[in-house]
């Protein structure tokens, strides 16, 4: 699937056959912030994408605020208690924590994709 990418921020590509047309959604971002786009060609679709953007770190600069790091959150996952005991063992035991073991181990599974 392609992805636009700008600052830092990854948006989606969409095509509306009823209104013949493409568009976008930031991603990543809390739920309470969207950032929408739209283009009839791929320039316009990135450069809409683009100017969201900008305008959206600049309200937050006029604002006074921190703008929102795209996927910078919590994710709760659910394993088996099992998984998880070998994974706190393997992490004591290897002088690091849990959430490092499993970052680790996700960067490692993206490197083969």
Known sequence: MEMLEYKGY???IEYSKEDNCL???VLGLNQDICIIY???TAEELYS???NGIDHYLEDCKNDGTQPEN???CVI???IPSDIHSKVALYAKNNGTSINAFIC???E???ETV
Request: net charge neutral; no cysteine; glycine share 12%.
């Open 10 to 12: 990854i948006g989606s």
């Open 23 to 25: 568009y976008g959604q």
């Open 38 to 40: 739209e283009g009839n």
């Open 48 to 50: 809409d994408f683009r």
């Open 70 to 72: 795209p996927y910078n």
């Open 76 to 78: 709760n996952i659910h």
């Open 104 to 106: 680790n181990s996700i």
């Open 108 to 110: 490692k599974q993206l």
